[in-house]
C-alpha cells in the first residue's frame, strides 16, 4: 500500500517562534505533494500543492511567507509555519499523489498534525 | 472552481441499519475519491472512484460522473463505522482534490 507519514503528531509552541511539520512518503516517490488545514469540525482546506525541485503553489489567500513549503526530495515536504500566532492553531496534514506506473493516481493523506499556539 | 455537497451532513444509525451518503459536485471531474476520517483524524482512503461501481466489504461507491453525482454505501453498519466521510473530486486543473463539508456518521449498538 501506500503510507504517507507526518511528523510531529502534535506540537504546541509559544506566539512568535516558527514550528516545523515533515511529511514522507514512505513507500512510493511523490513528485506532488499537498498541504491541507482543517479546523474543529469542518473540511479540509487546500493550502498549497508542493512540487519536487519547483516552487510551492499557495492557494488564495494563503500567506507564502508565512507558510513555508519545502520539497526537497521525492519522499519528503516540509510546512514550516513561521512567526506562529494562536490564529495559527490548528489540525495541517499533508498528503502525496502515489504516481507509480500503474497506480491511478490516489492520494493518500498523513495522520496530521496538531499545532497549537500559546 | 468546483463546488461539492454531501447530504446528510448528519446521520445517526443503530448498528446493523443500511445507508447511502450523496456528493454532488458543480462540474464534470476525472477523479473522485471518497475518505473515512477517524476520530483521531485520520483519513482513510475508501474508495477512488472517476465513474462506476466498486465494493470492497461493506461498502460500496457509485459515481455518475455524467449527471455529477456519487453515492457511498455502507451497509450493516457498526459502530467503528463512526465518523466522518468525505467526497473529495479532484479539480479541474487534476492537481488537487476539493473536499465537501462531509458527512458525519454515528453508529450506536
Known amino acids: 500500500g501506500a503510507v504517507v507519514s507526518q511528523h510531529p503528531s502534535w506540537v504546541i509552541c509559544k506566539s512568535g517562534t516558527s514550528v516545523k511539520i515533515e511529511c514522507r512518503s514512505l513507500d512510493f516517490q511523490a513528485t506532488t505533494m499537498f498541504w491541507y488545514r482543517q479546523f474543529p469540525k469542518q473540511s479540509l482546506m487546500l493550502m498549497a500543492t508542493s512540487n519536487e525541485g519547483s516552487k510551492a503553489t499557495y492557494e488564495q489567500g494563503v500567506e507564502k511567507d508565512k507558510f513555508l513549503i519545502n520539497h526537497a526530495s521525492l519522499t519528503l515536504s516540509t510546512l514550516t509555519v513561521t512567526s506562529a500566532h494562536p490564529e495559527d492553531s490548528s489540525f495541517y496534514i499533508c498528503?502525496?499523489?502515489?504516481?507509480?506506473?500503474?497506480?491511478?493516481?490516489?492520494?493518500?493523506f498523513g495522520p496530521g498534525t496538531r499545532l497549537t499556539v500559546t | 472552481g468546483i463546488q461539492v455537497e454531501q447530504s446528510p451532513p448528519d446521520l445517526i444509525l443503530q448498528e446493523g441499519a443500511n445507508s447511502t451518503l450523496r456528493c454532488n459536485f458543480s462540474d464534470s471531474v476525472n477523479n473522485l475519491q471518497w475518505f473515512h476520517q477517524n476520530p483521531w483524524g485520520q483519513l482513510i482512503n475508501l474508495f477512488y472512484?472517476?465513474?462506476g461501481t466498486k465494493q470492497n466489504g461493506r461498502l460500496s461507491a457509485t459515481t455518475v460522473a455524467t449527471e455529477r453525482y456519487s453515492l457511498l454505501y455502507i451497509s450493516s453498519s457498526q459502530t467503528t463505522d463512526s465518523g466522518v466521510y468525505f467526497c473529495?473530486?479532484?479539480?479541474?486543473?487534476?492537481?488537487?482534490?476539493?473536499f465537501g463539508k462531509g458527512t458525519t456518521l454515528s453508529v450506536s449498538s
Open positions: 473529495a473530486p479532484e479539480n479541474q486543473a487534476g492537481t488537487a482534490l476539493i
Open positions: 472512484i472517476p465513474s
Open positions: 498528503s502525496a499523489r502515489d504516481q507509480r506506473a500503474g497506480n491511478s493516481y490516489e492520494q493518500y
